[in-house]
């Protein structure tokens, strides 16, 4: 089921990192700048986010952890419904996988995280009643906390999606060859 942005949650495109891990595994320059098929790995998580149909933003600006990052975003969203967290280095994440996600949103949980074959990945949403401590955060940890307290009072669904994209992240050169390979392998079917 889609959302109408009217009701949908704000997808949260963090592309704030400096990519460390990516260039001491010896990659070059930004990751999110990186080519993965002939485009940047951040144009293809652009072009998933605008295909969902689902409100976005990207933030930016050069903030000094994924903490922040968040934290800066939600701050500047106030009257959102609610926010899909989404790492920019996530290239091959679906525009059906971000729908479902905001529609597990549906107000009787205050998170969902999604999972592929067990594994739990991003984007990770938020209700609106996390505001106030996801406008909060700061550091390296980004929404975990919130995520870990949410956990501890049962308001969390995970939703089990068949997507690789999920957790299909570029942290590293040898990630942007796994990515693309599997970028080609969906492109064959």
Do not use: Y
């Not at 001491?24 to 293809?44: I, M």
């Not at 505001?131 to 995520?147: D, F, K, M, T």
């Amino acid at each position: 089921m889609k959302a109408t942005k009217a009701n949908s949650p704000l997808v949260i495109v963090l592309a704030s990192g400096r990519g460390e891990r990516f260039i001491a595994a010896g990659g070059t320059g930004s990751k999110l700048k990186a080519l993965l098929a002939g485009k940047p790995v951040l144009e293809h998580t652009l072009d998933a986010v605008r295909a969902s149909g689902l409100p976005w933003r990207v933030e930016d600006a050069g903030h000094p952890g994924m903490g922040d990052s968040i934290a800066a975003a939600v701050r500047a969203t106030p009257d959102a419904v609610g926010w899909l967290i989404l790492p920019g280095d996530l290239p091959l994440v679906r525009p059906e996988t971000l729908q479902a996600v905001a529609a597990a949103l549906n107000g009787r949980v205050n998170a969902v995280q999604p999972q592929f074959m067990g594994e739990r990945g991003h984007p990770v949403a938020f209700a609106a009643g996390c505001r106030a401590q996801l406008a909060a955060l700061e550091g390296n940890l980004g929404a975990a906390p919130v995520l870990r307290a949410m956990r501890a009072i049962d308001s969390v669904a995970d939703l089990a999606v068949d997507d690789a994209g999920i957790v299909t992240d570029i942290d590293t050169p040898e990630a942007l060859a796994r990515a693309e390979a599997l970028w080609l392998e969906r492109a064959a079917r």
